[in-house]
């Protein structure tokens, strides 16, 4: 079966654009989460959606960060102008149920901003 | 600050040699999980422990857990060539919610 899938793999931006970024999250799992990482670095939290309940944005590092997700499937990433600290490897993942289950991790979007 | 954080961050071993990771964390969990990221992409889920257990073997991974001191740590024997990659260990401090730690990028020499 398909996995995580993300578009585009990358994407490079001038200062001041907006971008969105894909997700498709595995067939079924409820449960959806987008992570960003810096070179080099951990994963940092940035949104959480559990079927139709309200979605956890406590990780959004502004206002120009939002996200939402359609139809309880695929999810969408928005940043607004853009800026070149936003330059990262944004990682889309889904699970079955929240918590105790393994994630399943998409291949990311690169993410440059010139 | 992160809740888990690895230990070595950086690890050059060859080919053959066991490589251990450890991870140390702050609150309570309910699981700690093992990842593995290769080329700075996609993590691929290596492995899962919960609180009430101490050790858990998959193939030539072993993970090991210790609550009281909130510590967890990955060996990989016989390494390969292939198992360069960066590890992870996240934990759900009792939420949905992985906290990751900063990762030990594992280096085997051919």
């Known amino acids: 079966g398909a996995g995580v899938s993300q578009s585009p793999s990358n994407k490079v931006t001038e200062k001041g654009k907006d971008v969105e970024l894909r997700c498709d999250p595995i067939s079924g799992h409820t449960a959806l989460y987008w992570y960003r990482q810096s070179l080099g670095q951990g994963l940092e939290f940035l949104i959480y959606f559990q079927g139709n309940s309200a979605p956890d944005k406590s990780g959004l590092p502004s206002d120009r960060f939002s996200a939402e997700r359609t139809g309880g499937s695929v999810s969408t990433l928005t940043i607004q102008r853009t800026q070149q600290e936003d330059s990262a490897v944004y990682l889309c993942?889904?699970?079955?149920?929240?918590?105790?289950?393994?994630?399943?991790f998409g291949p990311g979007t690169r993410l440059t901003v010139l | 600050s992160q809740q888990g954080e690895e230990d070595p961050q950086a690890l050059s071993i060859q080919e053959g040699e066991n490589a251990t990771m450890n991870c140390s964390y702050k609150?309570?969990?309910?699981?700690l999980q093992w990842y593995r990221q290769n080329s700075g992409r996609g993590l691929v889920h290596l492995i899962l422990i919960r609180s009430n257990e101490r050790e858990k073997h998959s193939g030539r991974l072993r993970v090991t857990l210790d609550t009281s001191k909130k510590s967890s740590s990955l060996l990989i024997t016989a390494s390969r060539a292939a198992d360069t990659a960066s590890y992870f260990c996240?934990?759900?401090?009792?939420?949905?919610?992985?906290?990751f730690g900063s990762g030990t990028r594992l280096l085997v020499r051919p």
């Open positions: 609150t309570s969990i309910n699981n």
């Open positions: 993942a889904s699970s079955a149920l929240a918590g105790i289950n393994e994630q399943f």
């Open positions: 996240a934990t759900d401090g009792n939420s949905y919610k992985l906290i």
